[in-house]
């Protein structure tokens, strides 16, 4: 195993916990090194930080695996799979078929993320040298969790800067034509191979049940949709009336299959439309609750300016429609749109439309993503719920 020598003054943000080593940290020719190899960690002073894999041409050259005396063994990477999944079956979410077994670094498994939808599992990877270890990946997850078909999602577009091709397959067993799951009551159809991420948005689960709180009796507007589940999570609380937006044809027909396979259809109606255009043309005081569940607005830095315009417009055209005394869920599932950044936007969306908000809850992303505390950039979502005064 080939030794990576950090600069002076570089192993600090290492020692305290964070699993990326930065390109500019490193003081050996990065050019030496095989991509997605296996190195070692050291301090300019020559100790051990552990040990991971590089690319030589990534920003983030080299992510950290291993703690320091410790080889990337079967048993190693058996054990932190079999841990991570154990905690989710039996501390966040006992009992249930749904969650994410594997979260990246929070996890230990950096580039690797696993779904379970009951006896289907999804994995996706998104770096080249868990990519050399995808065949151990594969014989793992069968082994732990016998599914009935395992699938991959190499489609997201963050792999090609590790330069690895976008692909999505069956890699064991048989994936039915039609596959539903139950999750916190409600039933879903799961499509991993066609719909997006990795069949559904398991990130937003504890935000939908804090919803039910808020929504009995209420006239609820559920902007950009997709397949129906904070909309179904509304009706399953006993919100009066719910209307589920979404610019996607396919979307509309899932959510509307959802809610007939859960006989919410007479209280829940869905309609195909871009959410801007949409809420240009609804009264002022219109609903009582509106969820704005974009996707993400700004996937590079560079695109945070615009997307922070985009994100006040969205506010200020929703708070616009709602009653005073309503409830706006704003999220945004935008990484670089950080939460000072996310703040501001509301803020300005407040002012623009002359409305004070109280906020009520801020929440993140459910348990099975954990944030790692030495790593803010393994929390991305950002959930507010904000009380229009």
């Avoid at 800067?161 to 039915?176: C, D, R």
């Avoid at 255009?277 to 569940?293: A, M, Q, R, T, W």
């Avoid at 969205?314 to 409830?327: E, V």
């Avoid at 809850?361 to 030495?374: F, I, M, N, S, Y």
């Amino acid at each position: 195993m080939k030794p990576v020598n950090l600069h002076s003054g570089r192993a600090r943000r290492i020692l305290q916990g964070h699993r990326w080593v930065f390109s500019n940290e490193i003081s050996d020719r990065l050019s030496d090194y095989e991509p997605g190899s296996w190195v070692e960690v050291r301090s300019a002073k020559g100790a051990s930080l552990g040990s991971g894999y590089i690319n030589p041409r990534s920003l983030i050259a080299v992510r950290l695996v291993c703690p320091r005396g410790q080889e990337p063994t079967r048993d190693f990477f058996y054990n932190l799979i079999k841990n991570a999944a154990v905690r989710r079956s039996e501390v966040y979410y006992p009992g249930s078929e749904c969650y994410r077994i594997v979260y990246g670094e929070s996890d230990g498994l950096p580039g690797l993320v696993v779904d379970r939808y009951g006896e289907v599992l999804v994995y996706q990877i998104t770096t080249l040298g868990m990519a050399r270890m995808e065949p151990l990946v594969q014989e793992l997850l069968v082994d732990l969790f016998r599914p009935k078909a395992l699938v991959y999602r190499h489609d997201a577009h963050v792999r090609a800067l590790e330069g690895l091709p976008l692909e999505k397959g069956v890699a064991y067993g048989e994936l039915p034509d039609e596959y539903w799951v139950t999750l916190d009551g409600i039933e879903f159809q799961v499509a991993p191979l066609t719909s997006q991420k990795t069949g559904f948005y398991l990130d937003q689960r504890d935000n939908r049940k804090a919803l039910r709180h808020w929504v009995r009796g209420k006239r609820v507007l559920d902007l950009f949709c997709y397949n129906g589940a904070w909309s179904l999570s509304a009706v399953a609380a006993g919100a009066g009336e719910v209307l589920g937006v979404d610019q996607s044809s396919e979307a509309v027909l899932q959510a509307r299959s959802n809610a007939i396979r859960n006989g919410m259809d007479d209280r829940c109606r869905f309609m195909e439309d871009e959410a801007f255009h949409f809420l240009k043309n609804v009264e002022k005081g219109s609903y009582d609750v509106i969820i704005l569940d974009p996707p993400a607005f700004a996937k590079t830095k560079s695109a945070l300016p615009e997307a922070q315009k985009g994100y006040t417009d969205l506010n200020r055209r929703a708070l616009l429609a709602l009653n005073p005394g309503g409830l706006l869920i704003s999220c945004s599932c935008s990484y670089h749109m950080n939460a000072d950044i996310f703040r501001e936007a509301i803020l300005q969306a407040a002012q623009a439309s002359s409305r004070q908000l109280r906020l009520l809850e801020t929440r993140g992303q459910a348990l099975d993503h954990p944030v790692l505390l030495a790593m803010p950039e393994t929390r991305y979502l950002k959930c507010y719920f904000l009380e229009v005064m």
